[in-house]
């Protein structure tokens, strides 16, 4: 990468980047209990990716232009968990997903003036998220209905290679009711959705456009979709 920074233009965009070359290795393990009424997946995965392409900005006062670059080695390391059960009661189950990842940088990294250290966090990759899901089914006369209440977490997460910034780090309640009749002609359905359910405002993003600086007042910070509801009926044509 270049080095020279000019403080009206920021990071000098460099003429082209290299093709990035990924290997994965995967071990993982499901097994069954109880009847499988309980089911236990696990999953242990190791990446290996040369010239890893991320995209930056070339951080001027005048000009803010997004760019990608090959920054080097990067190594990611991760398990992810499965936990789903059949309850005793009739229609009730419950699902718990988890995941953990290290993703770092494995060599130096020159980005204009400043120097990103290998060992270095990628941006926009939480160490843990987790989901929880409960959800109930039964008859309701000649329906089929359905609810279920889940919960999602995120982690925090760096929002660029120099940590100038922390996103993510918030959770989301989610709620969904439904009825179907597939004894009908057209298999008619309705869906009753809410995302966000308790309306948080989590932060995922930051945008800086061009003439301004990443603490400049024109600076905008994206964040998750507000509380949103969502009615659908849903009729099969064959």
Do not use: C
């Not at 460099?14 to 089911?39: A, H, I, K, M």
């Not at 869906?191 to 456009?209: F, K, M, S, W, Y």
Request: proline share 7%; net charge negative; glycine share 10%.
């Amino acid at each position: 990468p270049l080095s020279f920074n000019n403080p009206a233009t920021g990071i000098p965009i460099p003429p082209s980047y290299n093709s990035s070359v990924l290997w994965s290795r995967e071990l993982g393990l499901r097994t069954d209990w109880l009847d499988r009424t309980l089911r236990l997946d696990v999953a242990f995965y190791d990446i290996r990716w040369t010239d890893a392409q991320l995209q930056q900005q070339t951080g001027g006062q005048v000009s803010n232009d997004p760019y990608i670059d090959n920054v080097g080695k990067v190594g990611i390391r991760g398990v992810e968990g499965s936990f789903s059960w059949l309850t005793p009661l009739p229609g009730l189950s419950v699902k718990l997903d988890a995941a953990y990842v290290n993703a770092r940088t494995e060599e130096s990294y020159e980005q204009g003036a400043d120097t990103i250290a290998a060992g270095t966090e990628l941006p926009a990759v939480p160490k843990v998220q987790t989901s929880t899901t409960l959800a109930y089914n039964t008859m309701v006369g000649n329906w089929l209905g359905g609810a279920g209440l889940s919960y999602a977490q995120w982690g925090e997460a760096y929002g660029d290679l120099k940590h100038s910034y922390i996103i993510f780090d918030f959770g989301t309640f989610g709620f969904n009711l439904s009825f179907a009749r597939p004894d009908l002609p057209l298999t008619p359905s309705f869906t009753l959705g809410i995302a966000n359910l308790t309306d948080e405002r989590g932060v995922t993003g930051r945008l800086v456009p061009q003439g301004s600086t990443p603490v400049g007042p024109v600076a905008q910070w994206n964040y998750i979709r507000p509380r949103t509801l969502n009615l659908r009926m849903t009729l099969e044509f064959q």
